[in-house]
């Protein structure tokens, strides 16, 4: 167990509706991924945040956006759902800064996200 | 635009034997830090090895090792006395130095066969 926890574990949405998936953080890690893992792929980085704010981000569109709080939780919104969106949806926690040598990441065990 | 390739989709191994899956990857970078990482059914992505690009010595994790050749850009990782719960997804992934990417391969599934 990494202590990073995800909700809903499933969810099933209809295309061009939004979707908000949650991720906590283990205390103490200001720095959070997301990434879109299709079934039988490796993870795509979607983006990253880093004391509140946006620090890195791949080659996703703006309707996936991110909120970090205070509190080590975040939440990955997907806004126009499309069937390609259909993945599982993994975060990952790190104690240090992006850039650390010590950015080791710790991550959840996904929402599997299924878009009809 | 870095990229990561594992060339064996599937490989498996009898208990206590020796697995090396292959990894390579391409980039402009001269300091990046490279990984693997296991996912078994369970979804949970679990950290095995990193490496750092500026270390010449290999990294070893208990049964696990990596042979890094950096010319090569070429970063295997070596499973000695392979166990049961061996048995996952592995993914061999690439972070630049600033942190802000993070590359994935996409997988090879090990099977250890009692």
């Known amino acids: 167990e990494t202590g990073v926890t995800q909700s809903p574990t499933h969810l099933i949405k209809t295309r061009g509706q939004q979707v908000t998936l949650r991720c906590s953080s283990q205390?103490?890690?200001?720095?959070v991924s997301w990434y879109q893992q299709a079934l039988g792929q490796g993870p795509q980085f979607i983006f990253q945040?880093?004391?509140?704010?946006?620090?890195g981000r791949g080659n996703f569109p703006p309707r996936f956006s991110g909120l970090q709080f205070p509190n080590y939780s975040s939440e990955l919104n997907v806004n126009a759902l499309e069937l390609d969106d259909s993945a599982l949806y993994l975060c990952a926690s790190s104690p240090a800064p992006s850039y650390s040598l010590y950015n080791e990441q710790f991550f959840g065990p996904g929402t599997r996200l299924t878009v009809l | 635009a870095q990229t990561v390739t594992q060339s064996q989709p599937e490989m498996s191994v009898q208990e206590a034997e020796t697995v090396t899956l292959s990894c390579t990857y391409d980039?402009?970078?001269?300091?990046?830090?490279l990984f693997w990482y296991k996912q078994p059914p369970s979804r949970q992505m679990i950290l095995v090895i990193r490496q750092e690009a500026y270390k010449q010595q290999n990294a070893t994790e208990n049964r696990f090792s990596v042979n890094f050749q950096k010319a090569a850009k070429s970063f295997s990782l070596k499973i000695s006395d392979s166990q049961l719960g061996d048995a996952a997804m592995y993914f061999c992934a690439y972070r630049s130095e600033n942190g802000q990417n993070f590359v994935f391969g996409p997988g090879t599934r090990l099977s250890v066969l009692p």
């Open positions: 945040y880093y004391r509140e704010e946006e620090n």
């Open positions: 980039t402009s970078e001269s300091d990046y830090y």
């Open positions: 205390s103490g890690h200001n720095t």
